[in-house]
């Protein structure tokens, strides 16, 4: 079930401050990106990803196992043997990665494909927060581990879509994730030429 991403560069989270500690309802952002740019590969990390970033802030229950399309789940129970499962634990984060990855790939324009987000909100991965303009994860442990992660990107979008509509860039070649339009446009990244309609916005039109 391996699915090969390309490692030419490392999704980085965001540089703003006021994104990544101080706001309150973008902890869901903080999350994913987190997963994505330093993916847990081992029982151990990813029990303390989830138990940061999800369990903690009441959006789920904590898991006793992973999934992901057709693979047999992978305990992260303190009972499971230490780097038993860890080659299929590592093909699950990677298979979620990759799926993820593809998934903003296509929100961006010109498809702007935003079905997971329809996905998130008919599945009950997402839901209102206290504040009727803002959403909040709530997956349920038995999820895979793609949809989970998913959830928190559409919880984020669905609170600030004006604020990925402007300035998510997913590279094209590599998937990098980045929030700096001005540095390689909304298809590219450092290593990375962006394609000509992203040329064209960055010469003054405003991001699609």
């Known amino acids: 079930m391996r699915q090969a991403v390309s490692h030419t560069s490392i999704p980085t989270l965001p540089s703003t401050p006021s994104l990544v500690a101080g706001e309150h309802d973008r902890r869901a952002l903080l999350a ?3 997963f994505i740019d330093k993916p847990p590969r081992s029982a151990p990390a990813l029990a303390g990803w ?11 229950r904590r898991p006793t196992h992973v999934t992901e399309a057709f ?3 992978v305990s992260l129970g303190p ?3 230490a780097g038993a499962d860890e080659p299929e634990l590592q093909e699950i984060v990677e298979a979620a990665r990759y799926r993820v ?17 329809t996905a998130a909100i008919a599945g009950a ?5 206290g504040n009727p303009a803002l959403w909040e994860p709530c997956p349920r442990e038995d999820e895979q581990l793609g949809d989970i992660v998913l959830s928190l990107f559409a919880a984020d979008i ?3 879509r ?3 509509d402007a300035y998510l860039c997913v590279c094209k070649t590599c998937l990098r994730i980045d929030f700096d339009p001005s540095r390689s446009g909304r298809t590219g990244c450092p290593e990375h030429e962006p394609t000509a309609t992203v040329n064209v916005m960055r010469r003054g039109r405003p991001p699609a």
């Open 32 to 34: 994913a990106l987190t």
């Open 50 to 60: 989830f138990e940061k970033h999800l369990v903690r802030p009441g959006w789920m």
């Open 71 to 73: 693979s047999l789940p």
């Open 79 to 81: 009972a499971a043997p």
């Open 101 to 117: 990855l593809a998934s903003l790939r296509a929100f961006m324009p010109p498809a702007a494909d935003d079905r997971f987000l």
């Open 125 to 129: 991965r997402v839901r209102r927060a």
């Open 158 to 160: 669905l609170s600030h």
């Open 162 to 164: 004006a604020f990925h």
